[in-house]
């Protein structure tokens, strides 16, 4: 188990790219592995914000099962987590 404090502030992408990969790839990790990863916060409001002003946040961290199977899709052929969840994020606003 793993706990990052005020997470919400590292994963804006802009703000600190390094540490955003960081976590986004050990929550990948963890959960493969069967592990757990906590995000505290004095304020809920502000991870969610975080989450939901970036649809790629969203895909990346969601918890639907057709999301998840087109990111390991890609990821299957060689693609890095990242850009594998850019891809999924792209087509699904394609298909909009």
Known sequence: MRTIDEA??????????????FIVQGFRTTRKYKGGF?????NLDDLMATIQSSPFSRILFSAQ???????????DVGLPVLEAAEKVFEEQEASK
């Open 65 to 75: 099962g057709h999301e998840f199977d087109a990111i390991k899709k890609y990821m």
């Open 8 to 21: 919400w502030y590292f994963l804006i992408e802009d703000d600190s790219p390094t540490t955003s990969k």
């Open 38 to 42: 906590g995000v505290l916060t004095s």
